[in-house]
């Protein structure tokens, strides 16, 4: 009998403190770039779209409150060595501005955020180039200690790539199509300094974009 009330004990307990941290998450905000086109649908370009979500909103991304937006004004790098400071310094000045992206060449390219410090991260805002109907596939996620993500260090948060055609895994996630939203991926609490975006090109050509990227979290 005393033993079935110290469990029932521990699961009122484990209930309310559930409880209690659900009513303290609150919906993660952004601002949004003015729309530029109304994507009613995706036509696929030279890439045979698979695995497709055809949701243009998101549902909202539950998150704890007093986040900060991290990766505001941090340095960028990119395995595109033709990518010059200054453009990639625009991944992270806060201005969501279509026509000025930073652009990779074409075939798989990734772009990497030092954060300068070890943080929790709980969500990141990615938006490519929202200008027209578009879909980036072979896009990954990841977060690490490491600048440079050695093998067993990194984190996936999201993988779209379902052929495992980037040679990082094979991916469960969807593709999606580029809307002024953007898309934001769960970062669940998880810790790293390091924040890289794969990408492959996209439904309209082998180019690869960032606008921006926002990386939601506290230290």
Known sequence: ??????WLGLLIGTSLV???????????TTSFPEPL????????GHIDIKNFDRKLKQPPLLVPRGLKNLALGKPVESIDTAASEEALS???DGKKVAMLELSLTSTKQWIQIDLEDIVEIHGIWVWHRPMNMRAYVDVVVQVSHDQGLADGE???????????????????????????????IAGNGVKGRYVRLYSNGSTSNELNHYVEVEVWGRK
């Open 90 to 92: 625009r991944v992270t």
């Open 37 to 44: 086109y109304d994507p009613s649908n995706v036509k696929g």
């Open 18 to 28: 559930s409880a209690v941290e659900t009513r303290d998450l609150v919906p993660l």
């Open 154 to 184: 990194e984190i996936t948060l999201y993988n779209s790539d379902h052929d495992n055609s980037s040679g990082l895994g094979r991916g469960h996630d969807q593709i999606y199509v580029e809307t002024h939203r953007g898309w934001v």
């Open 1 to 6: 009998m005393m033993k079935s009330l110290r």
